[in-house]
């Protein structure tokens, strides 16, 4: 099983569409949760951290389930602006996190 | 934003060659961050450095050799480096070395070994 595996996409949806996104973790020692963005040919940037009570942000919420290993993030009403390449990104009892190969989003007009 | 900046953007080099990639954080941080993005791959942790001092190397090859003269300035030399090594090189900092602090990324050096 890998480290970290997310959904490999693409995914296209229109602009006000709900699209959620899924990742799983093999390490059930993991301490810290995080979905970072990645727009085309830029870094990677945090987007939020993800708690085991759900955190929402704004059009943004995440989830955890630890006894799962499973991680979602949903995206609300979307906009041309979220369309990027999404890190599911987790975090060990170490320093070191832990990056998903990321999923493509694009938001069609 | 100019919280961790990285020269050159681009690099073309030659097996040959030999090069170095810069970094510098205006943020105040203590640990530093060399990875590895290459297409249809994950980010890839090759070093790590506390306070200027390594505390990873990720089974690196040598023909990539870290420099961390303050917690501020971190450098990537470069020497007879491979096709496949070709890939976005990204510094990053965070305030302190743990897992659950935010990663604040610069704007990669994209290299090109031909």
């Known amino acids: 099983r890998k480290e970290v595996e997310q959904d490999p996409g693409p995914f296209n949806v229109p602009e006000g569409a709900t699209v959620a996104f899924n990742c799983t973790y093999s390490n059930s020692a993991s301490q810290s949760f995080f979905w970072y963005r990645q727009d085309c040919r830029k870094e990677p940037k945090l987007l939020m951290s993800v708690y085991s009570s759900g955190n929402e942000d704004g059009r943004f919420t995440a989830q955890l389930n630890r006894a799962s290993q499973y991680i979602s993030l949903l995206i609300r009403d979307s906009k041309l602006s979220d369309s990027a390449t999404y890190l599911c990104?987790?975090?060990?009892?170490?320093?070191?996190?832990?990056f998903g190969k990321g999923t493509l989003l694009t938001v069609n007009p | 934003e100019t919280g961790v900046t990285q020269t050159p953007r681009h690099l073309v080099m030659g097996m040959t060659n030999k090069k170095s990639l810069k970094c510098e954080q205006h943020?105040?941080?203590?640990?530093m961050y060399w990875y590895k993005q290459s297409a249809k791959k994950p980010l890839e942790l090759m070093f790590v450095?506390?306070?200027?001092?390594?505390?990873e190397n990720n089974s690196v090859p040598s023909r990539f050799s870290p420099e961390c003269p303050n917690s501020s300035h971190l450098f990537l030399h470069l020497h007879t480096l491979q096709p496949e090594d070709s890939a976005l090189y990204l510094c990053a900092s965070s305030g302190r070395l743990a897992s659950e602090e935010t990663q604040y990324f610069g704007p990669g050096t994209r290299l090109l070994v031909l």
């Open positions: 450095y506390n306070f200027k001092e390594q505390t």
């Open positions: 943020l105040g941080h203590n640990a």
């Open positions: 990104v987790v975090g060990g009892s170490n320093y070191k996190l832990t």
